[in-house]
C-alpha cells in the first residue's frame, strides 16, 4: 500500500493542476481540494517511512540504473510534510488575499510546484532532479511574475535568469559525471565514485548551482527584490519553500555522493556565516517591511551552511545534523507565518513603509502576535524550534571547539533580534485610534489565523523536538 | 571527414562569436537561427539524428520565430533596450 | 572605468575556465557504462525499434511525463502575464503566399505524421512531429492571420492538457497490472504509439499558443 | 575531442553573455547558446566510434524541450516587462 504512494504523489499534483488550469473559475476549491489530499498522502508517506524499512520504487517496472527509481528518505520525506502543510494553508490564504485573476493562475502553478518538490525530495535519479529543478524554477518565477508591476517583473526577470543558469550548471554536473561512470542513480554511483579530477570539477558546478538556487550570500542578489515584491502567499511559499528544496539537495549530495573536501565544506560553511552577517545588516537597513522579510530569509539560509563546518569525523555529526534540520524546520514555518501576517498588516496600512506601520498592534493584534512568535523563532529564543536548532549548533561549536563560528552564532542572533525588536516595538507603541478599524474586512480574521497557526507551530513544536529528532534517527 | 567536421565547428564558433559580441539585436536573432541550423548538421555529424530534426524544429524554428516576434514587438513599443 | 576592469576580469576567467574545462573534459576516461548494457538487454521488451523512443517512452517514461508538464507549465506561466500584447503581427500576406500555404500545410500536416509513425523504428517522434505541427500553425498564421480559425478557449485548454492528462491515465492503468507507467512486449507499442499522437496534438497546440497567444488571445 | 571543445567554447561564450549583456534579449540569446554547448559536450563526450548514446540523446530531447518551454516563458516575461514599464514612464 505504501508503495503506490510515490506515484499517488506524483499523479495527486498533475491531475489537480490540469483541473485547476482547465476550470480557472473553481481554481481555489481545486488548489484547496489539493492541499487536503497532498497534505494526507504526505502524512502517510511519513507513517510508512517510519514503520517499514526504506525501500525503493522503479518507476514502470524497470530497475535502477536503466530506469528511473524515487526512495523515501526520513529527512526528504519529512521536509516535504512540512512543505505539504505550508502549502495548504498558504492555498487556504490565498483563497482570501489573492484577486480572482490572480487566483485562476496562482493554483495551477502552486500545483506544479508540488510536483516539482515531489520529484526533488524522493528522487534517487540525478537527471529526473534536473526536470525537478527546471519545473520548481519555472513555478516559481511564474508565481512572482504574477504581481505586474515594473519592479516586480524586472525581480522576476533577473531571478528566471539565475535559476536557468544555475539549472545549466547542475546539468553541465550532470553530464560529466554520466561521461565518467555511466549512471544516473544516486545509490548506483556511490560505490563506484572516486576522487578524481573531473569528478571534482562536477561537483564544483553542482555546488554553484545550488548555490545559486539557495541564494547563499555572494549569489543572493536576485532574491531579495523577486520575494519582496511577489504577492504576499507567493512570498511565503517561494521563501519557505523554494530555497529549501536545493538546500536540501545540496546537504543530500554532500552526505551521500561527494566526496568530501574539508577545505571545500568549511568554504561553505564561511559562506554561511557571511549570508548570516550580510543579510542581518540588509534587513536592519531596510525600510521597507517585505525586504526587511526578504534579507532576513538570506540571513537564515546561512545557518543552514554551518552545518558544513561540523560534518568531519572530529564532532558528532548528528548533533550539527539536528541543529541545520531544526533550522530549517523553524524557518519553514517562522518565516510563511511572517510573511502571512505581514501580508494582513500591508493590506490594512496599504503601504509597505516600516515608519508607516506605528501602533498597528492594537488593530491586527493576531497578525502582530503572530509576528511576534515568528520573531521568537527566527531569533531563536527559547521555547522554539530555532532555539533548539542553535543549542545544538552552540553544542556543535563549543566541543570542536571552533569558536569563530561560536560568535558567528551569537552575533547572528543577537543582530537578528536588533531589526526584530525593532520592527516589534514599532508596532507595539503609540497604538492607532479606534477609526482605523474600518479598513479591516471580514476575510482579514481567517487570514490572520493561518499565519498565526504556522507562527504558534514554529515555536510550539520545539516541545516535541526529542520525538522529532528520534523520528529522524 | 576531418576537414568537414572543422569547418563546421569553426563556422559554429564564428557563430557564437557573433552572436555574443554584435551590436545589433537583430543581427543576434538571425545568427542563432542559423547557428541553430549549423548545430543541427553537427548532430548529424555525431550520429544523433532526432537531435538534428528536434534541433530544426524546435531550436532553429519555434524559439527563432519567437525571438523575431518578440524584437518586432519591442521595436514597435520603442523598448528595443529591455 | 570600473566597468571596464570588471569586463577584462571576467574575460581572463572566462578563457581559463574555457582552457580548464576542455582539457578535463578531452582527458575524461570513461568506465564501461552498465545503463548502456541494460538498455540493450531490455529493448526486446520496450515495444519498439528504435532505441531513443524506447528510453523517452518507456525506461525512462517519467522523464517524458514530466517534460510535458514543463511545457504545459510554461503555457500557464504565460497565461499568467495576460499576454495581451496589441499590435500588427507579423505578417506575409500576398496571393503566393497564400497559395503556396494552401498546399504546403496540409503537406505539413501529412509530414508531421509520417515522423510520429515512424519514430518507433527510426530517427523521429512526437516532439519533432509536433513542432513541425507547430511550425505548419505559424506559418499559417504568419500568412493569413485574418482568416486564421480559433477555437473556444475551453476546448483549446482541454488541448492543452490532453498530452499530460493521457499520460498520467496511462501511467494510473498500469497502476493495476503493475508499476506506474510499466508496459512491456505487445501492448507496449500501442501504449507508445497513443501516447505519442495525443502528445503531438496537444504539444502543436502548445507550442503554436506560445507563438498565437501573444498577438491574440480570445478571452473564454 | 573537436566537438568537445567547441562544445565548452560555446558553454563560456553563452556564459558571458548571459553577464555581460544588459538586455534581457539578449541574455535569452545567450542563454540558449549556453545550453546548446552544454548538450554538445553531453553528446560528444558519450559517442563511441561514431555511434551517439541513445540514452544521452534522450535525455538531450528533454533537455531541448524543457529549454524550449523556459526560453518561450522568458521571451513573454520580456514583452510584459517592456509593456509595463512604458506604462509607467507613460504616467510620470
Not at chain 1, 515531489?118 to 516559481?140: K, M, N, P
Not at chain 3, 576516461?29 to 531513443?52: I, Q
Not at chain 3, 504568419?142 to 499530460?164: A, D, H, N, Q, T
Request: with cysteine; proline share 3%; net charge neutral.
Amino acid at each position: 500500500m505504501f508503495n503506490n504512494l510515490i506515484p499517488a504523489l506524483i499523479i495527486t499534483p498533475a491531475l489537480f493542476a490540469i483541473l485547476g488550469f482547465l476550470f480557472s473559475k473553481r481554481a481555489a476549491f481545486f488548489g484547496i481540494a489539493f492541499g487536503l489530499i497532498f497534505f494526507s498522502e504526505s502524512l502517510l508517506l511519513l507513517y510508512g517511512v517510519a514503520t517499514k524499512s526504506p525501500w525503493a520504487y522503479h518507476f514502470g517496472g524497470w530497475q535502477a540504473p536503466l530506469g528511473i527509481a524515487f526512495a523515501p528518505l526520513r529527512f526528504g520525506s519529512s521536509i516535504l510534510g512540512v512543505s505539504a502543510f505550508v502549502m495548504l494553508l498558504t492555498f487556504i490564504y490565498a483563497r482570501f488575499s489573492l484577486q480572482e485573476s490572480q487566483r485562476a493562475l496562482f493554483y495551477p502553478l502552486s500545483t506544479f510546484l508540488a510536483l516539482g518538490l515531489v520529484v526533488v525530495y524522493l528522487s534517487q535519479d540525478i537527471f529526473t532532479i534536473y526536470v525537478g529543478l527546471e519545473i520548481i524554477g519555472l513555478c516559481a518565477v511564474g508565481l512572482s511574475a504574477l504581481q505586474k508591476s515594473p519592479k516586480a517583473l524586472h525581480a522576476s526577470l533577473v531571478y528566471l535568469f539565475s535559476t536557468l543558469v544555475a539549472s545549466g550548471f547542475y546539468l553541465l554536473g550532470v553530464v560529466i559525471i554520466y561521461a565518467k561512470y555511466g549512471l544516473l542513480n544516486i545509490s548506483a554511483l556511490i560505490p563506484v565514485i572516486q576522487e578524481e579530477l573531473p569528478t571534482l570539477v562536477a561537483f564544483g558546478f553542482m555546488v554553484v548551482a545550488f548555490l545559486l538556487k539557495t541564494a547563499v550570500f555572494p549569489l543572493s542578489f536576485w532574491l531579495a527584490n523577486a520575494h519582496a515584491n511577489a504577492p504576499t502567499p507567493v512570498s511565503a511559499l517561494l521563501s519557505a519553500l523554494v530555497i529549501k528544496a536545493t538546500f536540501y539537495l545540496m546537504y543530500l549530495f554532500a552526505a551521500t555522493l561527494f566526496i568530501f573536501e574539508y577545505e571545500l565544506s568549511y568554504f561553505l560553511a564561511f559562506l554561511g556565516v557571511g549570508a548570516i552577517f550580510y543579510g542581518g545588516i540588509k534587513a536592519y537597513l531596510s525600510s521597507d517591511l517585505k525586504l526587511l522579510i526578504a534579507y532576513s530569509t538570506i540571513s537564515q539560509v546561512g545557518y543552514l551552511l554551518l552545518i558544513f563546518a561540523f560534518i568531519d569525523e572530529h564532532t558528532d555529526p548528528s548533533m550539527a545534523f539536528n541543529a541545520m534540520a531544526f533550522a530549517l524546520f523553524s524557518h519553514t514555518l517562522a518565516k510563511s507565518g511572517f510573511f502571512l501576517a505581514a501580508g494582513v498588516v500591508v493590506h490594512i496600512a496599504q503601504t509597505k513603509e516600516i515608519s508607516a506601520l506605528q501602533g498597528y498592534a492594537s488593530i491586527t493584534p493576531v497578525s502582530v502576535f503572530a509576528i511576534a512568535l515568528s520573531a521568537v523563532s527566527l531569533i531563536g529564543l527559547p521555547p522554539s524550534l530555532g532555539f533548539v536548532s542553535k543549542w545544538y549548533y552552540l553544542q556543535s561549536a563549543y566541543l570542536s571547539e571552533s569558536w569563530f563560528f561560536l560568535f558567528a552564532i551569537i552575533g547572528g542572533g543577537i543582530l537578528s533580534a536588533a531589526y526584530l525588536f525593532k520592527l516589534l516595538i514599532l508596532f507595539l507603541e503609540h497604538p492607532l485610534e479606534e477609526g482605523h478599524l474600518l479598513r479591516r474586512e471580514k476575510s482579514h480574521t481567517t487570514l490572520e489565523w493561518t499565519a498565526f497557526t504556522l507562527s504558534f507551530l514554529s515555536v510550539f513544536l520545539a516541545f516535541f523536538s526529542n520525538s522529532i529528532i528520534a523520528f529522524m534517527g | 571527414m576531418l576537414l568537414i567536421d572543422t569547418l563546421l565547428l569553426v563556422l559554429l564558433l564564428w557563430l557564437g562569436f557573433k552572436i555574443t559580441f554584435t551590436k545589433d539585436h537583430f543581427n543576434a536573432i538571425i545568427h542563432f537561427i542559423v547557428f541553430g541550423m549549423i548545430l543541427a548538421l553537427a548532430w548529424v555529424r555525431l550520429g544523433a539524428f532526432d537531435l538534428a530534426l528536434a534541433e530544426i524544429a524546435l531550436g532553429a524554428g519555434i524559439t527563432g520565430a519567437l525571438l523575431l516576434d518578440t524584437i518586432t514587438f519591442l521595436k514597435k513599443i520603442g523598448r528595443e533596450d529591455a | 572605468m570600473r566597468n571596464k576592469t570588471f569586463h577584462s576580469l571576467l574575460y581572463f576567467l572566462a578563457f581559463w575556465l574555457f582552457v580548464g574545462l576542455s582539457f578535463i573534459l578531452t582527458n575524461i576516461n570513461t568506465l564501461d557504462s552498465s545503463m548502456h548494457t541494460k538498455l540493450f538487454e531490455a529493448m526486446p521488451h520496450s515495444g519498439v525499434t528504435h532505441e531513443v523512443t524506447a528510453v523517452l517512452l518507456n525506461f525512462r517514461a517519467l522523464d517524458t511525463l514530466l517534460e510535458v508538464g514543463v511545457i504545459l507549465l510554461s503555457l500557464i506561466a504565460i497565461h499568467a502575464l495576460e499576454p495581451n500584447f496589441r499590435y500588427t503581427p507579423l505578417s506575409f500576406e500576398n496571393t503566393i503566399t497564400n497559395t503556396f500555404v494552401a498546399i504546403l500545410f496540409p503537406l505539413i500536416a501529412l509530414y508531421a505524421f509520417y515522423i510520429l509513425y515512424s519514430g518507433s523504428y527510426q530517427s523521429g517522434g512526437a516532439f519533432s512531429a509536433s513542432a513541425l505541427l507547430a511550425g505548419g500553425i505559424i506559418i499559417l498564421r504568419l500568412v493569413k492571420p485574418r482568416s486564421f480559425f480559433v477555437p473556444k478557449e475551453l476546448i483549446l485548454r482541454f488541448l492543452y492538457v490532453s498530452g499530460l492528462f493521457y499520460f498520467v491515465c496511462v501511467g494510473m492503468i498500469s497502476l493495476f497490472f503493475g508499476s506506474f507507467l510499466e508496459y512491456r512486449d505487445y501492448i507496449a507499442s500501442f501504449y507508445i504509439i497513443s501516447i505519442e499522437s495525443v502528445l503531438m496534438l496537444s504539444l502543436g497546440a502548445i507550442l503554436s499558443a506560445y507563438f498565437i497567444n501573444a498577438v491574440q488571445r480570445v478571452k473564454p | 575531442m573537436l566537438f568537445i571543445i567547441t562544445g565548452v567554447a560555446l558553454f563560456v561564450l553563452g556564459l558571458l553573455g548571459v553577464i555581460v549583456h544588459k538586455e534581457f534579449l539578449r541574455k535569452l540569446i545567450s542563454l540558449n547558446v549556453f545550453t546548446s554547448g552544454i548538450f554538445l559536450i553531453f553528446v560528444s563526450t558519450t559517442t563511441r566510434e561514431d555511434i551517439a548514446d541513445p540514452i544521452v540523446i534522450a535525455l538531450v530531447l528533454t533537455g531541448l524541450v524543457v529549454t524550449l518551454g523556459a526560453s518561450a516563458f522568458a521571451m513573454m516575461l520580456i514583452r510584459a516587462y517592456a509593456k509595463e514599464s512604458i506604462k509607467e514612464s507613460d504616467n510620470v
